[in-house]
């Protein structure tokens, strides 16, 4: 007897068991239970499918026999507005000043690409191309709309790498025009917005694919004969509407050029960060920086949105103008001479951040990835020089900053004053905190009226002539000012931005109104608080948005340099710069990076050695 055999079974006993004769395991039988009832529950719902099937099967074919006229019509129009959509979709510009009714009046060629792509397939695998094609053409027709946006402020398209982290920034300026809540119900209607048309889109494309599908005789002759059309009319060149090709392939070129931005936006770091490591002042010695300046109390003011166009377009030019020959006379007869050139900046219509770091850091900066990385750096700065030659105290005048601001550390400042502590309390003019009158009179309260301090390097930024523009704050008396109190008045009785923005010939208005305004106080500041010893650099940061100047205008900048001491701008006679404050067209015009080393080079013995 086995050791292992029960002492009640007998040898010749089968030991053999039926699974029933077992006993049942609780775990397998609950398991059981849940398997029985999820095929129930799957069965309930797949009747249901068939239910509701059969319910709206039933429904149409009662809508057919009631409505038979109807009933052919809809899929009809549904199938007509899908085919208007996808030809929208495929021939719609990137860019609103080339939206026209010529424009849609094409054939694409995208539109035969994917019709031949589809009769070559098999149907299942058509229909999943038709879903793939239709989503990625809702996705370029969302970068279309994204680069109308792009081209009317920036006049350039999105860069899909780089310009991310603007939508922060158009958040925020949202919110400082439409408030938290404006903001975020608009924030919200375009999500909304974007997610509806990638779908519509998509199903539009799925919806004439079918078709295709159902009728590949028909539509393998209607593709051969547009294929042929096509390739005849685009190579007579023919157009339908003067300069549009009616051969289509923009949105082809579209996705061409988004390739290409790709291929840009990723070695662009690699590039920035080879300029970066040449640096010809990196190791200049305290004692050979700026001697030229040394004693000098010097500002260096950016002028928000002051660009080219507010000099010499016709549309403003003349007023413009008349400000800059009155406030030269003005600075002359306190004594100051001026000359003035261009500077072509990094970018326009926004972005001030990055023409400010170029012009101090000497790098171009176009981007914010190259601002991020450049500011997280320790590249030598005018700033830094300045405080480098422990000869003047750096100050930032910082209106437009109201929260942290970590990049300031960038700049070598030994104090920053931004919205917060200026001492204001009066209203914001529309996105500026502070009007520039203001900000020049704290200036001077908190560090340039003290009695026995330092000399000054200040870099203030005048923030009253940003977009939007509306409502304006007017001068006032400089000892009138108090605590900004007064404003609230003025805002009141202000012009409202959605009632300006209506006209883009109000816009323009306002626009040279702000620039006027800005020039003014600061000169006026230079002519009643400046001495013997103040130099004034001031230029713009970019030129306005395209609504103001128009498309693909030059980028260049106004600079206009202010000085009492004669030996000043004996230094700049090598620049060949205009005299007074106004360049003329044919004044030098230079890249705003360069501009470090030239100014360092005029006003110092010149570049040290690296690693001195």
Request: glycine residues 8%.
């Amino acid at each position: 007897m086995s050791l292992f055999s029960s002492s009640r079974q007998k040898p010749e006993t089968d030991t053999s068991a039926t699974a029933d004769d077992l006993p049942r395991d609780d775990a397998a039988a609950d398991r059981e239970a849940a398997a029985s009832d999820g095929t129930a529950a799957r069965g309930r719902v797949m009747a249901g499918v068939r239910r509701l099937a059969a319910i709206r099967a039933e429904y149409r074919d009662r809508c057919r026999a009631r409505y038979p006229l109807l009933a052919r019509s809809v899929p009809r129009v549904t199938t007509g507005l899908a085919a208007l959509l996808v030809l929208f979709a495929l021939l719609v510009p990137n860019s609103l000043d080339r939206v026209a009714p010529g424009s849609f009046v094409r054939l694409p060629v995208e539109a035969i690409y994917l019709a031949a792509v589809l009769i070559l397939l098999p149907p299942k695998a058509g229909r999943a191309v038709s879903l793939t094609a239709g989503a990625v053409l809702g996705l370029l027709t969302l970068v279309k709309f994204l680069d109308m946006g792009f081209y009317s402020v920036l006049d350039r398209p999105f860069d899909p790498v780089l310009d991310w982290i603007l939508f922060d920034d158009a958040e925020e300026f949202l919110s400082s025009t439409l408030g938290r809540t404006g903001a975020a119900v608009a924030v919200a209607g375009i999500v909304i917005l974007a997610l509806l048309l990638v779908v519509l889109v998509t199903l539009a494309v799925r919806r004439l694919s079918g078709i295709v599908l159902r009728h590949s005789t028909l539509a393998t002759r209607t593709t051969l004969m547009l294929g042929v059309a096509w390739i005849t009319v685009s190579t007579l060149g023919l157009q339908l509407v003067e300069g549009i090709p009616f051969a289509a392939k923009a949105t082809s070129r579209q996705v061409q050029e988004r390739v290409m931005l790709l291929r840009k936006g990723l070695n662009d770091g690699r590039e920035f960060s080879q300029q970066a490591a040449v640096d010809d002042f990196r190791g200049t010695p305290p004692g050979k920086l700026l001697n030229g300046l040394r004693g000098k109390d010097v500002i260096f003011a950016f002028v928000e949105s002051y660009g080219r166009g507010a000099v010499q377009d016709p549309r403003m030019a003349p007023r413009v103008g008349a400000v800059l020959e009155n406030q030269t006379g003005r600075l002359r007869e306190a004594g100051f001479s001026s000359r003035s050139g261009w500077l072509t900046s990094p970018t326009t219509g926004a972005g001030s951040w990055l023409a400010h770091s170029t012009l101090m850091s000497g790098l171009w900066i176009d981007n914010n990835q190259r601002y991020r990385t450049a500011t997280a750096s320790d590249r030598f700065t005018l700033t830094g020089a300045f405080q480098r030659s422990k000869a003047w105290r750096t100050v930032g005048m910082m209106p437009g900053v109201r929260r942290s601001w970590p990049e300031g550390q960038f700049y070598h400042f030994d104090k920053i004053y931004d919205s917060r502590e200026m001492g204001y309390r009066g209203p914001m003019f529309s996105w500026s905190p502070v009007p520039d009158q203001f900000t020049l009179r704290a200036f001077e309260r908190l560090e340039h009226g003290k009695k026995d301090r330092r000399p000054l390097m200040t870099t203030a930024i005048l923030a009253t002539s940003h977009n939007p523009w509306a409502p304006l704050p007017s001068t006032v008396g400089w000892d009138q000012l108090g605590d900004g109190s007064l404003f609230h008045a003025q805002k009141r009785a202000g012009k409202d931005p959605k009632d300006v923005w209506k006209d883009p010939r109000q816009v323009r208005t306002e626009y040279r109104r702000s620039i006027e305004y800005s020039i003014r106080n600061l000169t006026d500041y230079v002519a009643r608080y400046g001495g013997k010893d103040t130099v004034l650099v001031f230029l713009g940061d970019h030129q306005p948005v395209p609504v103001v100047v128009g498309n693909h205008v030059s980028r260049d900048v106004p600079i206009s340099i202010v000085a009492h001491d004669p030996k000043v701008m004996e230094r700049m006679s090598g620049w060949g710069w205009d005299e007074g404050l106004k360049p003329g067209k044919k004044a030098p015009v230079w890249r705003m990076d360069s501009f470090r080393d030239r100014f360092l080079t005029t006003f110092g013995p010149g570049p040290g050695t690296k690693n001195d």
